[in-house]
């Protein structure tokens, strides 16, 4: 999900693993440079949260760590959670097991001085950054995209439509047997991380705050399109809700689908994009993609017909946010597998539909849209 962000024009992709010229001039980093500069933000955002939702000692926990040295005598930058985060970062970047990593941990714990601090394994590592993580939910779905097990379908152990166990089933176990249905993991799980959360960590942050409402807090109009404010789309939901639109804290938000890259051209900042969900499985849900948007679709309906109380760091006060599906992002297949329109065949444009300019090969049978 992308909320409303800040123009800003990008010569170095640091994101991507691009080096900044000061970067690039030092053959060795003791530690991942994007985390390092950021650590006290985060913890700073983390305690303006916490102060609301009464996380204190989460956040006190995590201050600690933050201060406390690697070992006695090191210096100041290698207190144990920038180490243990950097460390952590190299493990997801470079897709190292959890078993490697805690070896890592061990081989390099047993290097330090006696009566270091280090963690001698990944679990430990994640109980310390665990207030630093955001909120998920664990779906089961039908390994077929049938349903997800929720609400009606909670309780169930086979799928009531294709008749699928909801858990893996071994070769010499009967898949129609109750008693071992639901033993073992399950067939196929979604991974929701809910963006309701993220939106109250983003206004907890006073400048953060801020930021959102830059497109209507003293932002020059010099009469060309530089912000999505700027766009008729914009201006016509204005028209149509101005109960909503009245309330510039209000967010409009994009759905970016099937692997765009927004940095290269969107105006948008790394923290106002959101992985939303995350489907296991080999092959990818297709025109089933409604299935497991479902749960992505229950939390922005909340947030248009209800709206969920915020606190705002900027002006120090709680209001009811809402938020509205502002555009979606996608190349034309998605597009199909998003609005179930059929973007094959005659008629596969969905703005010309009966007028769509087409040629059908007289040989390979292929249709192109020539001059459309």
């Known amino acids: 999900m992308l909320c409303d962000g800040i123009k800003k024009n990008y010569t170095t992709w640091i994101w991507h693993g691009e080096l900044t010229e000061m970067q690039s001039g030092s053959q060795c980093e003791p530690f991942d440079v994007e985390m390092g500069d950021r650590l006290e933000d985060m913890i700073r955002d983390l305690g303006q949260e916490s102060f609301q939702q009464a996380h204190t000692p989460m956040y006190d926990t995590l201050q600690i760590d933050s201060r406390k040295p690697l070992y006695m005598g090191c210096k100041n930058s290698l207190m144990l959670l920038s180490v243990v985060l950097s460390l952590v970062n190299v493990k997801v970047r470079y897709g190292w097991s959890d078993k490697i990593f805690s070896s890592l941990l061990q081989v390099v714990h047993d290097m330090l001085p006696e009566e270091n601090t280090l963690t001698k394994s990944y679990y430990q590592a994640k109980k310390i950054l665990c207030p630093m993580g955001i909120e998920y939910q664990k779906i089961h779905a039908c390994p077929n995209d049938c349903i997800l097990y929720t609400h009606e ?27 071992n249905s639901n033993k073992g993991p399950s067939a196929k799980v979604l991974w929701y991380l809910s963006i309701v959360p993220r939106f109250k960590h983003l206004f907890a942050n006073g400048d953060y705050a801020k930021d959102l409402t830059c497109h209507a807090n003293g932002r020059n109009y010099d009469g060309m399109l530089c912000h999505p404010s700027d766009s008729s789309q914009w201006k016509k939901i204005d028209r149509l809700f101005p109960d909503f639109s009245k309330e510039a804290r209000n967010l409009r938000l994009g759905l970016a689908s099937d692997g765009m890259n927004p940095y290269g051209s969107l105006c948008m900042k790394r923290k106002y994009m959101m992985f939303s969900m995350m489907i296991s499985g080999p092959r990818q849900p297709g025109n089933d993609i409604d299935v497991y948007l479902s749960p992505l679709i229950e939390d922005l309906t909340k947030l248009w017909d209800k709206g969920v ?17 502002f555009c979606t992002i996608n190349d034309f297949p998605s597009f199909g597998n998003l609005s179930s329109y059929s973007v094959k065949g005659h008629h596969a444009c969905p703005i010309c539909e009966e007028d769509t300019s087409y040629i059908q090969l007289k040989h390979g049978r292929k249709i192109v849209y020539t001059r459309h």
């Not at 294709?162 to 109750?178: A, F, H, P």
């Open 153 to 179: 379908f909670q309780e169930m152990l086979k799928c009531p439509r294709c008749g699928v166990s909801r858990y893996k089933v071994k070769d010499d176990e009967e898949c129609s047997s109750d008693e």
């Open 309 to 325: 109380l915020v606190f705002d760091g900027f002006w120090n006060e709680t209001f009811q946010l809402r938020a509205i599906l």
